[in-house]
């Protein structure tokens, strides 16, 4: 337990000692994992989005009024029940205009002066959930044929394949960002090392000579580079954490995109990342220490006593 202590009062004297470079080392550690993290966020805000769009209705038929511009009575009815019948069509239904006036006044609450219209102006609508949602090109062509009784043909799907495809991107990006500035991270815990190495030469020349073995030398350096790495990683999380939570609530009143990923995410890729940062900032000091330490089968430049 004393030998215990002894190596970590060692790595807390380092780090004290180099404050401004093991800040220096930190703060990269915190960047890139902070950029990497929100990167994994974002993807996860347009994979729930893009699940969410995929199980609800993807085309809507917004139909024109009944007994206006040659629309016979029952057009609606006619309309809705052979659009059931088509193959690429797993669910649809009929949306009245007082539904469509309930739902505007639920997606614009608070918003005054967009609540004050005529609700008749609002048109119904036939709504479809598609089989497959690459089949809603065909669908909308076939809608937009019903001049008669269709008005216009929305559909979700082209947004939805978009955020899919912004999705892939974003992996790829996210993976190549947390590469990148992984080793940028791995390079300066290293050279952190090296630092506080010169700062000791003497010191551990020293322990050298009164027979300390490499891996009593080693562990302090070890222990301060993995303090480094688990404290960039932590305040990464924290920050991307509290980001997050944030931007969720100043998202609550947009109900047509949210901004908030779950709690268990955060906890699975948080405890990742601290792993990631503490393994991170040892293979930094391992590298920092290669240099000067003798190799443990005793081959190797020994520490140089002056530089």
């Not at 949306?95 to 609002?122: M, R, V």
């Not at 709504?127 to 089949?135: C, K, M």
């Not at 001049?147 to 939805?160: D, K, L, P």
């Amino acid at each position: 337990m004393s030998r215990v202590l002894f190596l970590l009062k060692e790595a807390m004297i380092s780090l004290r000692r180099n404050i401004l470079i093991v800040a220096g080392a930190i703060l990269a550690v915190f960047i890139s994992l902070a950029l990497a993290l929100g990167a994994l966020v974002v993807n996860e805000i347009l994979r729930l989005n893009t699940l969410a769009w995929q199980e609800g209705v993807h085309v809507i038929a917004f139909l024109n009024d009944e007994g206006e511009s040659g629309v016979p009575i029952g057009a609606h009815d006619a309309l809705l029940a052979e659009v059931q019948g088509w193959e690429e069509v797993q669910f649809a239904f009929y949306w009245d205009k007082t539904q469509a006036w309930e739902e505007y006044q639920e997606l614009f609450s608070g918003q005054e002066e967009l609540l004050d219209i005529d609700p008749t102006i609002l048109p119904a609508s036939v709504r479809i959930e598609l089989t497959n949602i690459e089949l809603h090109s065909s669908v909308r062509f076939r809608l937009e044929q019903q001049t008669g009784s269709v008005r216009q043909v929305a559909t979700a799907a082209e947004s939805i394949e978009q955020l899919q495809s912004l999705s892939s991107v974003l992996n790829v990006l996210g993976l190549g960002m947390a590469i990148v500035l992984g080793v940028a991270a791995v390079v300066l815990i290293a050279n952190t090392i090296r630092l506080a190495i010169y700062a000791r030469r003497d010191e551990v020349s020293i322990m050298k000579l009164v027979g300390a073995s490499n891996w009593f030398i080693r562990v302090p350096f070890l222990l301060e580079g993995m303090i480094e790495g688990l404290v960039g990683a932590a305040l990464a999380v924290f920050a991307v954490w509290l980001g997050t939570t944030n931007l969720a609530q100043a998202g609550q009143t947009f109900a047509l995109f949210r901004l908030d990923v779950s709690q268990e995410f955060f906890f699975r890729w948080g405890l990742l990342f601290l792993i990631f940062g503490a393994v991170a900032g040892v293979l930094g000091s391992m590298l920092g220490l290669s240099k000067y330490l003798r190799d443990a089968d005793g081959t190797g430049p020994d520490v140089p006593t002056g530089f």
